[in-house]
């Protein structure tokens, strides 16, 4: 059996006291067609920037989390990270639109409105007016003090709108000795209450559609936008046997633009390194 952990759907948190002091007029959460775009949401950061905090973190962690959380800006400029077979990177990760898209990330970085390195926890200390964070922050924000709303993902300035997805799974090996037993295992382990258990407790969405049911506040406030979310601009991470050499490819790479290397030689570099990783293990 096999398990491979990611983290549920994102979306952009933020702290209204900070909000109301800029001037800024909080986010709809209830209307993705008055989401904030990549320009509102640029400029929006440097307004929020003070002495005391930077204006967003967009920094999940330096490994997955930088894949995951910034993928949906470059899908949302028309950028692939590879191709539908999944079999060739360059030209795509590379693109005239990813190169963009870096740029357009870095800014936030080079000018100061989030940080390489956020401080722990900067979002809920009060150090980052705005996050892209992920259901799994609901819980300590709802036993926080701070004054803190939920809204969409930011969408691209021509309104195309994306979010990340991934979860657990679980699988059976090809080698399973007692795959049978195996599957009724995993079969009870899945089953809807089961499910709805796990994800109520954590507070992510689920899924099994009938999980709803069985859990508590997902029809508004901050889960209902997350469901909403996951069920209407929800995508996947690249399908391909060469992913970790991808997204540890990418995360390097990001990071090394963030210090201030080219992002067109660093995206080169992951699309080189993809290649032969797929062709050395996987092309036939």
């Known amino acids: 059996m096999r398990w491979d952990r990611r983290s549920p759907r994102s979306l952009s948190i933020t702290i209204k006291d900070y909000l109301d002091e800029a001037g800024i007029p909080y986010p709809s959460d209830t209307d993705i067609h008055q989401a904030w775009t990549w320009d509102?949401?640029?400029?929006?950061?440097?307004?929020?920037?003070?002495?005391?905090h930077v204006g967003t973190n967009i920094i999940m962690d330096k490994g997955e989390g930088l894949i995951y959380a910034l993928e949906p800006?470059?899908?949302?400029?028309?950028?692939?990270?590879?191709?539908?077979?999944?079999?060739?990177?360059?030209?795509?990760?590379?693109?005239?639109?990813?190169?963009?898209?870096?740029?357009?990330?870095?800014r936030f970085i080079k000018n100061g409105y989030a940080n390489i390195d956020p401080v722990k926890d900067e979002f809920l200390n009060g150090k980052a007016a705005t996050l892209l964070g992920g259901s799994w922050n609901v819980q300590d924000l709802?036993?926080?003090?701070?004054?803190?709303?939920?809204?969409?993902?930011?969408?691209?300035?021509?309104?195309?709108?994306?979010s990340p997805t991934g979860d657990w799974s679980a699988a059976i090996t090809k080698d399973s000795k007692n795959p049978e037993a195996a599957k009724e295992v995993l079969k009870w382990f899945m089953n809807t209450e089961n499910i709805a258990s796990y994800a109520d407790t954590i507070s992510k969405p689920t899924s099994r559609t009938s999980a709803y049911e069985h859990m508590e506040g997902w029809k508004e406030g901050a889960r209902a936008l997350f469901l909403w979310q996951l069920q209407n601009t929800g995508v996947a991470r690249p399908r391909t046997?060469?992913?970790?050499?991808?997204?540890?490819?990418?995360?390097?790479?990001?990071?090394?633009?963030?210090?201030?290397?080219?992002?067109?030689?660093?995206l080169d570099t992951v699309a080189a390194d993809f290649k032969e990783d797929y062709d050395t293990y996987y092309k036939k």
Request: net charge negative; proline share 3%.
């Open 73 to 106: 800006f470059f899908l949302e400029a028309g950028a692939e990270f590879v191709n539908k077979d999944g079999s060739s990177a360059d030209g795509y990760v590379n693109s005239e639109a990813s190169v963009k898209t870096m740029e357009y990330l870095n």
């Open 142 to 162: 709802e036993k926080s003090n701070l004054n803190w709303g939920v809204s969409y993902y930011p969408v691209s300035n021509d309104g195309k709108a994306v």
């Open 40 to 52: 509102q949401f640029y400029e929006n950061a440097e307004k929020l920037t003070t002495k005391d």
């Open 241 to 266: 046997p060469s992913y970790s050499v991808l997204s540890q490819g990418f995360s390097t790479a990001i990071l090394n633009v963030f210090s201030g290397t080219d992002p067109k030689k660093e």
